[in-house]
């Protein structure tokens, strides 16, 4: 008969791949896709919509916009992609804690069946407004699902592949981001007729996600943790992990529901109260920068306004939809890479090696577009190679590793409010970018891309000196890391990493997790 501890090790290597494979497919394909997906089918359509809004304003007051005019109302539908997101990330925390995980992901799709409908009728109605509030909408979704599916995932997975898992969202990100580019070409959906079917097939992810996502389970630790249900989150530990239960993270969800208890945060954590706790200031502060850099870096400009960067690279216009597609493949390329590497090589290697890499590509983008100015040979093309290895270096690293770190470095009453703080911060950033960038191209020229140096610069060097490593780490161990990379020390380190809390011992509430592990059926997987 194998001890639990083998069967844990080795049971679970071998039984989370479909149960935990088709959660995470079901709930991502509706959840961060979506954001990637809606950040680059706006961009092939980009002459169309903008004719569709001067036809709008010559049919109700018989005179066509003014360019700078149009170009405000342009960039003000695509800036309201990122003002939806900056709410959704604020609606995101309630939903999740009051709904939970699961729900919140299915419930979210409304937004997306609603703009949708809206997209579909603009042209008949002669609205561009209805343009604008369907981005808006999608944009909650957007941002809804940019904080609840990584709680959802990082919750979910096994220790073992809780980086991974967590980083898979990232992949489902990158993947919408070329899938778009792939449907928004002009022998497609990104024509004259059918951009706006373009614009609304974001409702087909969604449809897929709300026919599956319910067959799979709730997150184990929402269910412990936060409704109190032990049976529930047992049963849902089973189906994701083959029939068996991880008895090291069965304990330490107990542990953390015990401090949760002792400690009477379990339902009093506030934005006001996250801000205020000296505790975890550190921990907020670093995603916070984090959370922000990974908008400020510039990356996502390049799918806002992918026509600009390579026009400004000299590639000709008709071959500008094909290059944009080599840099949705870029960022899914990497991020592929970086979910098989991340156990590996670890979290802050990989955010930190990504800024430094993003840094090294702007400062050889910026000499090449100030060479190609000066009409030198070949520069075109290592300009729009520089492009692309900076794109492969934000998905590295920085596109993932960001959205895991509040699932990480929080316990389970402040990580929701965290994922606000988190996503309020980077769609506030995505908003700013998206605004001020094409100025920043008409200001800047051949340095429009120094801005980003400076981000990727100082982001780089506080993340590597305020962050710790938290792979394969206990939440009491990455808290004891950061009070000690910022010189903090905390009496009551002692008593949360000795609460006595075993698997045959009596928890305070009076309950035995010893007797729910002798179950017939888990007695029986331990003897297969």
């Known amino acids: 008969m194998r ?13 989370t791949s479909r149960t935990l494979a088709l959660t995470i497919c079901s709930a991502a394909i509706g959840g961060t896709f979506q954001y990637g997906y809606n950040i680059s089918i706006i961009n092939s359509p980009t002459t169309y919509i903008q004719n569709f809004i001067n036809s709008s304003c010559v049919e ?21 992609f990122s003002l939806g ?7 995101g925390g309630p939903m999740a804690v009051r709904l939970g995980r699961k729900s919140s992901l299915l419930l979210n799709n409304s937004f997306l069946v609603i703009g949708a409908v809206l997209v579909l009728t603009c042209r008949l109605a002669k609205s561009f407004e209805m343009l604008i509030l369907a981005r808006f909408l999608v944009g909650i979704n957007s941002g809804v699902s940019m904080n609840v599916q990584p709680m959802y995932f990082g919750e979910s997975a096994p220790k073992h592949l809780r980086g991974a898992v967590a980083f898979s969202s990232a992949v489902f990100t990158a993947f919408g981001i070329f899938l778009g580019q792939i449907v928004g070409l002009s022998v497609l959906l990104g024509t004259e007729p059918h951009w706006h079917y373009l614009l609304a097939s974001n409702a087909l992810p969604g449809l897929i996600q709300l026919v599956t996502l ?27 992990n083959n029939g068996k239960i991880p008895v090291s993270e069965m304990e330490e969800m107990l542990q953390e529901q015990e401090q949760l208890n002792s400690t009477a945060l379990k339902c009093g954590v506030t934005i006001w109260s996250l801000f205020r706790n000296r505790d975890l200031r550190p921990q907020l502060r670093t995603v916070m920068v984090a959370s922000s850099a990974m908008m400020l870096c510039g990356n996502d400009s390049i799918y806002f306004y992918a026509s600009y960067i390579f026009l400004q690279a000299g590639i000709p216009p008709q071959n500008i939809q094909y290059v944009t597609i080599g840099t949705g493949a870029s960022e899914l390329t990497a991020s592929i890479l970086s979910n098989i590497l991340i156990e590996r090589v670890g979290r802050r290697g990989l955010l930190v090696g990504g800024y430094s890499l993003m840094c090294c590509w702007t400062i050889v983008f910026t000499a090449a577009l100030v060479l190609q100015s000066q009409k ?10 520089c492009v692309f290895s900076y794109i492969l270096s934000f998905g590295l690293g920085p596109a993932g590793v960001t959205g895991i770190l509040p699932a990480e470095i929080f316990d389970q009453a402040a990580r929701p409010v965290a994922y606000m703080v988190s996503g309020s911060l980077l769609w506030l950033s995505l908003f700013a970018v998206g605004m001020l960038f094409p100025f920043i191209v008409s200001g800047l020229g051949n340095f429009c891309f120094l801005p980003f140096l400076a981000v990727c610069l100082s982001s780089a060097v506080f993340l590597g000196l305020s962050l710790p490593e938290t792979k394969g ?9 950061f009070d000690q990379k910022n010189g903090l020390k905390k009496e009551k380190q002692d008593v949360q990493e000795n609460i006595p809390i075993t698997l045959n011992g009596q928890l305070h509430d009076g309950g035995s997790f010893g007797e729910s592990l002798t179950e017939p059926d888990c007695q029986a997987n331990d003897k297969a």
């Open 3 to 15: 001890s639990t501890g083998d069967t844990e090790g080795a049971g679970s290597r071998k039984g």
């Open 60 to 80: 109700r007051w018989g005179t066509a916009l003014e360019t700078t005019q149009l170009t405000f109302v342009w960039t003000f539908i695509v800036s309201a």
């Open 85 to 91: 997101g900056f709410f959704g990330a604020l609606l």
């Open 214 to 240: 319910p067959w799979f389970p709730e997150s184990p630790r929402y269910l412990l943790i936060d409704r109190g249900d032990r049976e529930a989150c047992i049963n849902a530990l089973k189906r994701l």
């Open 376 to 385: 030198v040979a070949g520069m075109s093309y290592l300009s729009m190679a």
């Open 473 to 481: 780490k206990t939440l009491a161990e990455i808290t004891a890391e």
